[in-house]
Antibody, heavy 117, light 110 residues
Framework: EVQLVESGGGLVQPGGSLTLSCAAS????????VHWVRQVPGKGLVWVSR????????TYADSVRGRFTISRDNAKNTLYLQLNSLRAEDTAVYYC??????????WGQGTLVTVSS | QSALTQPASVSGSPGQSITISCTGT?????????VSWYQQHPGKAPKLMIY???DRPSGVSYRFSGSKSGNTASLTISGLQAEDEADYYC??????????FGTGTKVTVL
């Protein structure tokens, strides 16, 4: 069974930093593009970022470019998202999502990031 | 990248068919067949229901079907059932190598 398990969420002050992790089991994440998608509680899904299997290509939404960094460790079967210069509007549940050529077939359960003083 | 436009809510009685629209531009929905649909129940992660406009993953009911015309994609749920009550989101690949989701539609089974 494929499982994606996010961790690292929590409460952080505006301007602070946080690193999210996503550990995969049941599949070799190393052969797939992987994404982060976020959702403000009660609101819609928003695509955040993606990374290719070799870590040579990364893409970001305009709202996070320059502040967030996506990375991966294929040996550990793990995806990361470094969140810097956090703002109140970054408060959301962050989902780790596996790509399958144009769509997202496996989703984690999400980790909540709350940016507040 | 602006969100794709979906109706905020759609409702129907059990057994009826409903259709949810998803309107984008030629830079996303109209330009690629990478349109997918996701179902999300409260407190749960989204679940893939339709991919590549028309295709249905194994395990997803045949009652769910997708289509596209120009810049608008659609999800049709036939034989509506109580378990179909959820939020639904469309998604598309875009010309800037990013992805965009729809605004979301709440489906209510009357």
């Amino acid at each position: 069974e494929v499982q994606l398990v996010e961790s690292g969420g929590g409460l952080v002050q505006p301007g602070g930093s946080l690193t999210l992790s996503c550990a995969a089991s049941g599949l070799a994440l190393s052969t797939y593009w992987v994404h982060w998608v976020r959702q403000v509680p009660g609101k819609g899904l928003v695509w955040v970022s993606r990374i290719n299997p070799e870590s040579t290509t990364t893409t970001y939404a305009d709202s996070v470019r320059g502040r967030f960094t996506i990375s991966r460790d294929n040996a550990k079967n793990t995806l990361y998202l470094q969140l810097n210069s956090l703002r109140a509007e970054d408060t959301a549940v962050y989902y780790c999502v596996k790509d399958h050529t144009g769509y997202h077939d496996y989703w984690g359960q999400g980790t909540l990031v709350t940016v507040s003083s | 990248q602006s969100a794709l436009t979906q109706p905020a809510s759609v409702s129907g009685s059990p057994g009826q068919s409903i259709t949810i629209s998803c309107t984008g531009t030629s830079s996303d929905v109209g330009g690629y067949n990478y349109v997918s649909w996701y179902q999300q129940h409260p407190g749960k992660a989204p679940k893939l229901m339709i991919y590549n406009v028309y295709d249905r993953p194994s395990g997803v009911s045949y009652r769910f079907s997708g289509s596209k015309s120009g810049n608008t994609a659609s999800l049709t749920i036939s034989g509506l059932q109580a378990e179909d009550e959820a939020d639904y989101y469309c998604s598309s690949y875009t010309s800037t190598s990013t992805y965009v989701f729809g605004t979301g539609t709440k489906v209510t089974v009357l």
